[in-house]
T-cell receptor, first 111, second 111 residues
Framework: DTGVSQDPRHKITKRGQNVTFRCDPISEHNRLYWYRQTLGQGPEFLTYFQNEAQLEKSRLLSDRFSAERPKGSFSTLEIQRTEQGDSAMYLC?????????FGQGTRLTVV | GIQVEQSPPDLILQEGANSTLRCNFSDSVNNLQWFHQNPWGQLINLFYIPSGTKQNGRLSATTVATERYSLLYISSSQTTDSGVYFCAVRGVTDSWGKLQFGAGTQVVVTP
């Protein structure tokens, strides 16, 4: 068990570009979550998958954001036409039951 | 949705001191977790404690679900305890996916 893994750890992009992040959950975990954290705040929920089904999306997840979990294993989070306000830490978590385990996060900076 | 309040927002301790962090929540919960966010941004699981008392080394936690609060105790603090401590809960009426985080307690332990 190597824990939840996220890639890349850091991403700097120009405004208007598209970016994609990857999350590999703990292997036996069927639930996967994405959160976003801005400076000085607690993480905020974005979306949740059970196996390959996306069961919930936050209102924070605008039309520019899309998440997939095609085979019920890893997940990707894509942000299209990035804006400076998208700069944040993007955290992925997974769980088998109620207790969630988080990855190291991907820190996005939009310049 | 469920509201989570953490106190104090900031805490400065001398090495060796003890402290108590508090988490109040506004509704019944089926999940409560305490996390420590390290300087690199990763959320480290401390306790999964929707009710009762647990101890892990110098840390312990108590959740009194009927009174809607949880306490995290740090004893004999060390400089490595510095960081932000988050409480996160899932209300019984919330969907499975959504953990609601408090704003955190920033802890600084000085040598």
């Amino acid at each position: 068990d190597t824990g939840v893994s996220q890639d890349p750890r850091h991403k700097i992009t120009k405004r208007g570009q598209n970016v994609t992040f990857r999350c590999d959950p703990i292997s036996e975990h069927n639930r996967l979550y994405w959160y976003r954290q801005t400076l000085g705040q607690g993480p905020e929920f974005l979306t949740y998958f059970q196996n390959e089904a996306q069961l919930e999306k936050s209102r924070l997840l605008s039309d520019r954001f899309s998440a997939e979990r095609p085979k019920g294993s890893f997940s990707t989070l894509e942000i299209q036409r990035t804006e400076q306000g998208d700069s944040a830490m993007y955290l992925c978590a997974s769980s088998l039951q109620l207790e969630a385990f988080f990855g190291q996060g991907t820190r996005l900076t939009v310049v | 949705g469920i509201q989570v309040e953490q106190s104090p927002p900031d805490l400065i301790l001398q090495e060796g001191a003890n402290s108590t962090l508090r988490c109040n929540f506004s509704d019944s919960v089926n999940n409560l977790q305490w996390f420590h966010q390290n300087p690199w941004g990763q959320l480290i699981n401390l306790f999964y404690i929707p009710s009762g008392t647990k101890q892990n080394g110098r840390l312990s936690a108590t959740t009194v679900a009927t009174e809607r609060y949880s306490l995290l105790y740090i004893s004999s603090s060390q400089t490595t305890d510095s960081g932000v401590y988050f409480c996160a809960v899932r209300g019984v009426t919330d969907s499975w996916g959504k953990l609601q985080f408090g704003a955190g307690t920033q802890v600084v332990v000085t040598p």
